[in-house]
């Protein structure tokens, strides 16, 4: 098998989202068209997506091909300048008040035109629109609540032909958002700067691209996870032990990049001034009563906003080892967090989901794979605790500061969801062994 991981083929989604509320409470975004804003025919880019977002063992779950830099036809110029100046306009303009009478200037987004255009393009119109959206939002002391239409519907439009939900998400801020210095060197710290940013400096390009490395890095061990599904599926034990060790390794070497968080990012800078724009409309008290997006929906709308919960990287890592989370709340905010992530990479998680029980295969040769798969395990957990570690030095710690308790920018009481994760990953050791 060469490098390229994603075999599995992409399944249709239908093109928007409607919001439920099951019994707990916990809101659930549903792949259903009932909800879908439609107003002519929208190309369904699932297949090119793809290709574009194939996963591969050189850049796991980041884009095949490099993010565009900007939208090639000229009429698209304005809004891709307006982008590039963010940083500036943020700064300079008081209150924000200005920023919003800029954005509602520009020219009306060709967004028919966009989508007769390849995959590449159609991304990088979603990352326009959303970091458009979300200066526009909360780009000023308070933000609003009504997404005038002049974003509302190309936003929807173009994010319901990729099927993600219209509100950013990690794949706009993170997977599209970076370029590579030297082309003939890796991408990783110290060769990748980002695309745009809201208020720009180190803190804000650091945070983004140590994500940016743990993509690229866990891509060495994506692709074990598919050699361990074809070793149990021929029962070659050899190659199931190999293919554990590189997923334990992975888990080790994405720990250090993550690790390298305070070299660059400070705390108080995150919470001050990056974290604002994160924020979705769901479980956030400064938008309790959700965005109203005129010209698309008749009532407002609640979207979660960007969290490492919509990496696709530890969800992966999960079905490969048959982490089975409980089912609530938390396992509920899960399966939102997967519709939130690109096409192509549910459809991979799924796929490993539903291929070969590698646990099962270990369980039938515990004394050759039982330590190396609860090395995996023990690696998962760690990388689960270091987050944990983090989201509380960078959102709890500066908020109690400040004499708030704060929510994850995926609107959860963030700490009890990442320990539970953790402490679920830890009883699914096969030893009793503590880790």
């Known amino acids: 098998m060469d490098m390229a991981v994603a075999a599995y083929p992409t399944t249709t989604i239908s093109r928007q989202f409607a919001v439920t509320v099951n019994k707990k409470g916990i809101q659930i975004l549903k792949r259903i068209s009932a909800c879908a804003y439609t107003k002519g025919n929208v190309n369904n880019s699932s297949s090119s997506s793809a290709q574009f977002f194939e996963v591969s063992g050189h850049r796991g779950f980041l884009p095949a091909v490099d993010p565009l830099p900007h939208l090639s036809h000229p009429q698209f110029s304005p809004w891709e300048e307006t982008l590039h100046?963010?940083?500036?306009?943020?700064?300079?303009?008081?209150?924000?008040?200005?920023?919003?009478q800029t954005i509602e200037k520009l020219p009306p987004f060709p967004y028919q035109d966009l989508l007769l255009g390849g995959d590449s393009e159609i991304w990088r119109g979603m990352l326009v629109l959303a970091f458009m959206t979300h200066a526009y939002i909360w780009g000023a002391p308070s933000p609003v609540s009504v997404l005038p239409s002049k974003l509302a519907v190309p936003f929807c439009e173009v994010s319901s032909s990729l099927g993600m939900p219209p509100v950013l998400t990690y794949a706009t801020y993170t997977l599209l958002n970076w370029r590579i210095l030297n082309e003939n060197c890796a991408i990783e710290?110290?060769?990748?700067?980002?695309?745009?940013?809201?208020?720009?400096?180190?803190?804000?390009?650091?945070?983004?691209?140590?994500?940016?490395?743990?993509?690229?890095?866990?891509?060495?061990?994506?692709?074990?996870?598919?050699?361990?599904?074809?070793?149990?599926?021929?029962?070659?034990?050899?190659?199931?032990?190999?293919?554990?060790?590189?997923?334990?390794?992975?888990?080790?070497?994405?720990?250090?990049?993550?690790?390298?968080?305070?070299?660059?990012?400070?705390?108080?800078?995150?919470?001050?001034?990056?974290?604002?724009?994160?924020s979705g409309w769901r479980g956030n008290p400064a938008l309790p009563n959700g965005?109203?997006?005129?010209?698309?929906?008749?009532?407002?709308?609640?979207?979660?906003?960007?969290?490492?919960?919509?990496?696709?990287?530890?969800?992966?890592?999960?079905?490969?080892?048959?982490?089975?989370?409980?089912?609530?709340?938390?396992?509920?905010?899960?399966?939102?967090?997967?519709?939130?992530?690109?096409?192509?990479?549910?459809?991979?998680?799924?796929?490993?989901?539903?291929?070969?029980?590698?646990?099962?295969?270990?369980?039938?040769?515990?004394?050759?794979?039982?330590?190396?798969?609860?090395?995996?395990?023990?690696?998962?957990?760690?990388?689960?605790?270091?987050?944990?570690?983090?989201?509380?030095?960078?959102?709890?710690?500066?908020?109690?500061?400040?004499?708030?308790?704060?929510?994850?920018?995926?609107?959860?009481?963030?700490?009890?969801?990442?320990?539970?994760?953790?402490?679920?990953?830890?009883?699914?050791?096969?030893?009793?062994?503590?880790v």
């Open 85 to 100: 100046d963010l940083p500036k306009l943020l700064a300079a303009f008081d209150h924000g008040q200005k920023l919003r």
């Open 189 to 278: 710290l110290g060769n990748i700067v980002c695309l745009h940013n809201f208020y720009g400096g180190l803190d804000e390009e650091w945070f983004r691209l140590v994500h940016v490395d743990i993509e690229a890095k866990a891509g060495v061990g994506l692709k074990a996870v598919v050699d361990a599904h074809d070793a149990v599926a021929q029962q070659d034990m050899v190659q199931v032990h190999s293919s554990l060790t590189k997923m334990a390794d992975t888990l080790k070497i994405i720990q250090k990049t993550l690790s390298r968080m305070g070299e660059k990012c400070d705390p108080d800078i995150y919470y001050y001034r990056i974290r604002k724009y994160m």
């Open 291 to 434: 965005m109203f997006y005129e010209g698309v929906w008749s009532d407002s709308k609640f979207f979660y906003g960007v969290t490492g919960a919509q990496s696709s990287i530890v969800p992966a890592f999960d079905a490969a080892l048959g982490v089975a989370h409980a089912c609530g709340p938390l396992s509920d905010y899960l399966q939102v967090m997967h519709l939130h992530m690109p096409v192509p990479h549910r459809s991979y998680i799924q796929q490993i989901e539903n291929g070969p029980s590698i646990r099962s295969f270990v369980t039938a040769h515990m004394s050759e794979l039982g330590e190396c798969y609860d090395t995996c395990l023990t690696e998962l957990f760690r990388f689960r605790v270091l987050h944990m570690k983090y989201a509380s030095a960078y959102i709890t710690q500066p908020g109690k500061k400040s004499q708030k308790e704060e929510r994850g920018t995926g609107g959860t009481d963030f700490i009890p969801y990442l320990l539970q994760n953790a402490t679920t990953t830890k009883e699914h050791l096969m030893s009793a062994n503590e």
